[in-house]
């Protein structure tokens, strides 16, 4: 039996892709309609691992996503960077003319919207995931009603892909993480990205003081996101990703961030897929 691996949605859907190509064939899929449910899969010890999108070059970051992991004490152990390709499809014999309603997932219908609009006889209807909505197509014979879902997602549900690439960017990636509930022991010369969360004091310039510090240890800033703390209002933690060449430099930087922020705390430590835009 493989790997268990949660996932956000069904069988073809982007997430199920990118258990496949970090993963490999033999994996067992754990489907989950919703990022709370794939949290409770791993803490129920009903998966070893999850695939959890973080941000989209479009979209930008999915910012619930982060308060999970941290507030579940996940561990993230590694990344993946995925191309996004949506197509509109439907039961086979419909056309476009025939077509009244688009299902799809709220991000994929905000990154076709430019499409959308050229079709205005088409209504938007939010769906819960890109390859479920494909899947009820065909399970329900519905006529009149078209998904935007990856290729795979017509392949398994057998559907007919009537206008592919749709996406208003073509060049739109999704960087998902890997978590699982135990840290990665991974050998520290393969280690060149981490994610780390933490609080500055309500000071002017502590923010800066902090970034500085990461700067002077050789750290590259990837990513900064901040999120409320709702406990204290007008308070702010900051998830933040750093890249480093040598493993040292971050350990240094971790004694000094652990000194001059609050509530300190590695998320992961892990290998940075480095994103190829031919990829």
Known sequence: MGLKIAIQGIKGSNHHQVALNYFGDDIDLVECMSFHTLVDQLLNRQADKGVMAIENSIAGSIIPNYALVYHNNLHIIGEYYLNIHHNLMVLDGQQLSDIKEVRSHPMALLQCREYLKSQPHIKMVEDVDT??????????????????????????????????????????????????????????????????????????????????????????????????????????????????????????????????????KVLGEYKNARYDTNR
């Open 131 to 264: 390859a479920e909505t494909a899947k009820q197509i065909q399970e329900n014979q519905l006529k009149g009603i078209a998904a935007i879902a990856p290729a795979v997602a017509a392949d398994l549900y057998d559907l007919k892909i009537i206008e592919p690439e749709i996406q208003t960017i073509k060049n739109n990636s999704t960087r998902f993480i890997i978590v699982k509930t135990q840290n990665k022991e991974m050998p520290k010369e393969e280690i060149n990205k981490a994610s780390i969360r933490f609080i500055t004091d309500h000071k002017r310039g502590s923010l800066a003081a902090v970034l500085n510090v990461m700067s002077d240890c050789n750290l590259n800033l990837t990513k900064i996101q901040s999120l409320p703390i709702i406990e204290t209002p007008w308070k702010y933690a900051f998830f933040v990703d750093i890249t480093f060449d040598g493993y040292s430099h971050f350990a240094k930087a971790k004694s000094l961030l652990d000194i001059m922020s609050e509530d300190f």
